[in-house]
């Protein structure tokens, strides 16, 4: 194993943690918090027959925030809980269960089971404990990081890939129209079919100084998109206007992040969002991120079409990989 998992840590402590998971004073959300504001950041209807009013709905949040939610986006409710469902019973078994999955020591992947994710500044860690594993495409899912319990696992996981397709083409279709360019550009921009949809299931176990922890520090994803579905407790915090706020959910919305590689393919012009996870006292809190990434070895920079004399490129193109490797271990691009 690893190292301690939170969700052990979490089972045996009362009222304090051990110091690596408390964040220096700039960190702290109790200090660092606007409290008593919920940020409503834009709920965007996918049903609305106007689709250049979501285009433009959709350009605008992406510009000005990195973050938004759609409802009526046509995954099923079903689809999702059954998701949230198996996730959960899967967080929930004995814990020689779960490390079977455990990432491989000295693994350079990212795939399977564990708790620490990248380089950490300070040595201070996350309050989280995750799976990862791709779910699309065929090529790139290696099932030896799927759960095989609980057995209804591979099926909902499978279903709500299938289902999340046509989401993922939309966005990437809207956001293209939003900077004036073809329907295919940024999905092509990011890998076209060979767009790899990885999983992460965020387990945050209840904490006993919740006031002192963070469950994910500050970032912003490195995908070109991030698609998530949390459970209905509250963790989302957004930097906005040099202030952390908690984020109003929507029961049966997704929320959609811009990631770093939509950022640069856009030339700066839609933003990644700064966005942080907080923990609670009681309750555990989940969230089913699902990261569109480019293949490893796909080449993503501005599209041609944005960078002008005016307007030059403000990134490097660079393998996907390499941007991954980079951002990981705190490297500067």
């Known amino acids: 194993m690893e190292e301690k998992r939170v969700q052990e840590i979490s089972s045996n402590v009362l009222?304090?943690?051990p110091a690596e998971y408390i964040r220096s004073e700039k960190e702290q959300p109790a200090i660092t918090t606007i409290h008593g504001v919920v940020l409503e950041v834009p709920v965007i209807d996918l049903s609305d027959s106007d689709e250049e009013k979501i285009v433009g709905l959709i350009s605008q949040a992406s510009k000005e925030w990195g973050i938004f939610q759609v409802v009526n986006h046509g995954i099923p409710n079903e689809a999702i809980a059954?998701?949230?469902?198996?996730?959960k019973e899967f967080f929930e078994l004995p814990q020689e269960e779960k490390e079977l999955i455990a990432k491989p020591e000295g693994s350079q992947s990212i795939e399977g089971y564990g708790t620490r994710l990248q380089k950490e500044i300070e040595g201070k860690k996350g309050w989280v404990d995750h799976l990862f594993h791709k779910i699309w495409p065929p090529s790139a899912i290696n099932y030896q990081?799927?759960?095989k319990n609980p057995p209804a696992y591979r099926e909902a996981n499978e279903e709500y890939a299938k289902r999340l397709h046509p989401v993922v083409d939309k966005m990437f279709m809207y956001l293209s129209l939003g900077l004036d360019l073809e329907p295919n550009d940024l999905k092509n921009g990011a890998g076209g079919d060979d767009l790899v949809y990885l999983l992460k299931i965020n387990y945050y176990p209840p904490c006993p100084r919740p006031d002192l922890a963070l469950g994910v520090v500050a970032h912003t994803d490195m995908s070109a998109i991030t698609i998530l579905v949390p459970n209905d407790v509250q963790g989302l915090q957004v930097f906005k206007d040099d202030h952390w706020y908690d984020v109003k959910y929507i029961p049966n919305a997704l929320i959609v992040h811009i990631g770093d590689q939509v950022e640069i393919m856009s030339n700066g012009?839609?933003?990644?969002?700064?966005?942080?996870t907080t923990v609670t006292k009681e309750k555990t809190r989940m969230s089913w991120p699902v990261f569109l990434e480019p293949p490893p070895e796909h080449e993503v920079g501005p599209i041609p079409k944005l960078v002008t004399d005016e307007n030059p490129a403000k990134f490097k193109t660079k393998k996907y990989k390499d941007y991954?490797?980079?951002k990981l271990n705190k490297l500067p691009q």
């Open 269 to 276: 012009k839609y933003k990644a969002v700064f966005h942080r």
């Open 324 to 326: 991954a490797y980079c």
């Open 82 to 87: 059954k998701l949230q469902e198996v996730g």
């Open 145 to 147: 990081f799927w759960p």
């Open 15 to 17: 009222d304090t943690i």
